[in-house]
């Protein structure tokens, strides 16, 4: 689900930018995990998949975002809300499959001496104050530019004369992030191509105090959300709300890996891998806040397990059929001889 095609290189860095808004289109955009995807008229675009790698360090967060999509058009854009203003490149295709190559199912050998079926077990309103323009840089067919907002009348008007137009939900969703001082990261992406594939994913790294993944834009989805994280720390991580109050998440949530890094590349940006799905049933219920990335409080491993059967045989027949078959053999030959033994006498 998450293998990379080479579609990805259009899609790079705008995937990243994840967070957008619904638009104006013959039929709604699906909204990814951190926002809506913004198309052209008469367009459609499905996102198929999420997955983010994500990291905090000495204040610095970094987050690479690869989607899997199917677009009419290559016409298409997105908005990322971030704490403090970001940086953007491209990020790496390759760590994502090393990360799937890390959290690949280990092997757990059953001998298998009979050569009979066994079946594996289960592992564990106005034009307002325009934004500030603080970056703008050109990535291939992608341009992103970082925003800093303080109205979002005005940011809402800078996003529509450069063609990303927004629902009203998704206007009001956009209302929390610039009272809060976010900043906002916008892609635009133009291919004359049909978009079909995972696209190469996009790196925007920021300054924050809190372990923080945007969630918030994705209240304006109509669809299931599926996100995976791939969590990069020190220690084994787990998902919160990102509010006052704290607590769990309203979403569905699966652990389905903990443990060491293998990568030494990756493992600089934490040694700990925690891999996360979470999938939010009802988007406009249940995604009430952003989420949290914090300490498990505990370092218990979470590593899958595949039961892999080794034949034992000697020239073609299971061992275990042959031991039998001497042993009979052998009981016969002493019965054989304890019988002949008895007429003699």
């Known amino acids: 689900m998450w293998h990379h095609g080479t579609v990805r290189r259009l ?9 957008l808004v619904g638009l104006q289109v013959a039929a709604p ?14 367009s459609t675009v499905t996102v198929e998949g999420e997955a983010a790698i994500v990291s905090h360090a000495d204040g610095i967060e970094q987050i690479d975002l690869s989607l899997a999509l199917l677009a009419q058009t290559g016409d298409t854009g997105l908005v990322f809300p971030t704490p403090t203003p970001a940086t953007v490149e491209n990020g790496s295709s390759e760590d994502f499959d090393k990360l799937l190559t890390n959290i690949a199912p280990r092997p757990v050998y059953v001998d298998d001496w009979w050569g009979l079926p066994i079946f594996p077990g289960s592992g564990d309103g106005g034009v307002g104050a325009a934004p500030e323009i603080l970056s703008q840089v050109q990535l291939g067919p992608i341009e992103a530019t970082t925003l800093r907002a303080s109205d979002t009348a005005g940011l809402n008007s800078w996003l529509k ?37 995972t696209l190469d994913p996009i790196r925007i790294t920021f300054e924050s105090e809190q372990f923080v993944y945007p969630m918030r834009l994705s209240a304006g989805a109509e669809t299931t959300q599926h996100l995976r994280l791939y969590i990069l720390d020190d220690e084994r991580a787990e998902i919160a709300k990102a509010d006052a109050k704290g607590g769990p998440l309203n979403a569905a949530r699966t652990t389905v890996w903990a443990g060491p890094v293998d990568d030494p590349a990756l493992a600089r940006r934490g040694e700990f891998l925690t891999v996360i799905d979470v999938r939010y049933d009802d988007p406009k219920l ?21 039961e892999v ?3 034992i045989v000697v020239l ?5 059929t042959l031991i039998v078959g001497w042993t009979l053999i052998g009981l016969l030959v002493l019965f054989g001889a304890f019988v002949a033994r008895t007429r003699t006498r």
Do not use: H
């Open 286 to 306: 249940q995604v009430t806040s952003d989420i949290a990335i914090v300490s498990a409080g505990s370092t218990n491993q979470v590593i899958p397990v595949v």
């Open 29 to 42: 955009a699906m909204a990814c995990g951190c926002g809506g995807i913004a198309v052209g008229p008469n």
């Open 161 to 197: 004369s450069n063609e990303y137009t927004l629902s009203s939900a998704s206007k009001k969703l956009l209302d929390y992030y610039v009272k809060q001082k976010w900043s906002f990261v916008a892609v635009k992406i133009t291919s004359d191509k049909v978009l079909d594939g």
């Open 309 to 311: 059967v080794r034949p």
């Open 316 to 320: 073609g027949v299971p061992v275990g």
């Open 11 to 19: 899609w790079a860095v705008g995937i990243l930018t994840a967070a």
